[in-house]
């Protein structure tokens, strides 16, 4: 309803100026070329009022009206949305270079997120250091494989976490535990320590802090449509990304110095963790690598893989739990494969091929960043027998590429088996399914969020049989969405863990 009030106060203040601008700027776009096709523009705001609270299915609801590459105004920002997968091949792969670049929401400029944070940075050779940084000393296979044991661990503790609510027979919030997990994982991952206790407020504060993160990134801002008044603020909304942003930074701060502190001691042991590895490339001056930089660096690792990771947890949970038949099937793999009861490692999740089909499944339905981050046109492109000008911003809707029916067979039922025996994975190749993005900006995390989900979900269908809270049913569930940044399930997974006995 602010929002609304600000678009009308705007409109009301001024309407001939921008009326004005509107209409110069309509017409060089002609000149250009022809635009894709799409909803006629109010004066002003153009489309801004046909986005919505759920955005990613308001433009999918858009787009079987106007077609799988389409044109609005959002204020003064010509957007072009992508919404099938041979159009999403166009944009990430056959333009990529043109598109590579993002167009930056004005919250993400607070604190030089913009400058410094590798999902935001241009395609230049910072960004290219950072990428080598994840690829090479991060999310490199052998990394991650050297790192087993921690993982290893954490499920163990989320387990045990579990198995005091079946201990009481009471329901379990199934997103706050994954959450923690997730964010424990990353932690001991990275800086080798835990960053919530699952018995206190800190993982919900931590999980809560991330998720206004979220929210501020991808809720509408005038600051965005209207770059005119980036200078003013209007919402408060860069405000408030300073505050999450610093908040975070404190949290690093600490962890860092401590551990600045721990290497001046004569004779002290290296963790040879993330943290390490990036303290060194800074002593000796190697990537770019610097303090301030690094904590940049943990604040995308952080914001990004533990609402992503435990969010798609919950959703698969919640559609198992919807569909028991397709549970008992995962479960029946995993008895058949590593029998039931026993704890699951990473070795074993190639030979969980339903595993699998459900995590992909579950991204093909409920993709964690349903628009993906928005690019930018970086130059005039032909894509087909359009014109996409120079700075237009550029969204790809995974959400409805994963809904097409003229890719997907019955695309809105949750159906595991159609990914069995299909060659296809998540890496950003298949533009069917893109739910880490494509092209030279697919999600360099990729390697452990894979890792991670695949071993929660797993150990929890593994361990525990499950059973929806009383006064719910698999029909009755709630699967309503929450849009931030990503996508949030608005009613938490309660259901009620059993022990499986080996």
């Known amino acids: 309803m602010d929002f609304l009030l600000l678009i009308l106060g705007l409109c009301l203040s001024w309407w001939l100026l921008l009326a004005l601008l509107y209409v110069t700027k ?56 992508v919404s099938s997968a041979p159009m999403a091949r166009e944009i990430l792969q056959t333009h990529d270079v043109s598109f590579s670049n993002r167009l930056i929401p004005d919250t993400i400029t607070a604190l030089q997120q913009d400058e410094l944070g590798l999902p935001w940075i241009p395609v230049a050779p910072l960004w290219r250091n950072l990428r080598r940084i994840c690829n090479v000393h991060l999310f490199a296979p052998k990394t991650l494989d ?72 991808g809720k509408p801002n005038l600051a965005d449509y209207f770059p005119v008044l980036k200078r003013l603020d209007p919402q408060g909304a860069r405000r408030r990304m300073t505050g999450y942003f610093g908040r975070m930074f404190d949290v690093f701060d600490r962890i860092i110095n401590e551990r600045l502190q721990v290497r001046e001691i004569p004779g002290s042991v290296r963790k040879n963790d993330m ?52 549970l008992l099937k995962a479960q029946a793999e995993l008895e058949q494969v590593i029998g039931r009861g026993n704890p699951v490692e990473e070795s074993d999740i190639a030979r969980l091929t339903y595993l699998q089909a459900t995590v992909k499944e579950t991204f093909r339905m409920h993709p964690a960043v349903p628009l993906l981050l928005p690019r930018r046109a970086g130059a005039t492109v032909q894509v087909g027998s359009y014109t996409i000008p120079e700075g237009t911003q550029i969204l790809v809707n995974v959400w409805a590429v994963g809904r097409d029916p003229d890719t997907w067979k019955d695309p809105n039922q949750f159906i595991p088996e159609r990914f069995l025996g299909l060659d296809i994975d998540v890496k950003g ?15 360099p995390g990729l390697p452990l969020a894979i890792r991670m989900l695949h071993l929660m979900l797993g150990s929890l269908l593994n361990s525990f049989n499950w059973e929806l809270e009383d006064g719910v049913s698999p ?11 990503t996508l949030k399930k608005a009613q938490p997974v309660r259901a009620v863990p059993l022990m499986v006995t080996k």
């Open 475 to 485: 029909e009755t569930m709630d699967m309503g969405e929450m849009f931030g940044l």
């Open 146 to 217: 050297s790192s087993q044991q921690i993982r290893r661990r954490k499920i163990q503790e989320l387990l045990d976490y579990i198995g005091k609510y079946s201990e009481t027979g009471s329901s379990v919030d199934i997103g706050e535990a994954g959450f923690t997990t997730t964010l424990n994982l990353l932690g001991n991952t990275t800086v080798s320590v835990d960053l919530a206790d699952p018995t206190s407020e800190s993982a919900k504060e931590f999980k809560e802090l991330v998720w206004q993160i979220m929210v501020e990134a």
């Open 429 to 443: 190749q298949n533009f069917g399914l893109l739910p880490f993005g494509g092209g030279r900006r697919t999600c």
């Open 275 to 326: 943290l390490d590895t990036l303290l060194e490339l800074s002593e000796n001056k190697e990537e770019g690598m610097d303090l301030f930089l690094m904590k940049h660096l943990f604040l995308d690792l952080f914001a990004a893989g533990t609402d992503t990771t435990s969010s798609t947890l919950e959703w698969a949970m919640a559609e198992l739990l919807r569909n028991p038949d397709k």
């Open 26 to 81: 309509r017409g060089n776009l002609s000149k250009v070329g022809k635009l894709p096709p799409g909803p006629r523009p109010l004066p002003l705001i153009g489309n801004l009022l046909e986005l919505g609270s759920l955005p990613h299915m308001s433009l999918t609801k858009l787009a079987s009206a106007h077609g799988p590459i389409m044109s609005l105004k959002l204020g003064r920002v010509t957007t072009v949305v």
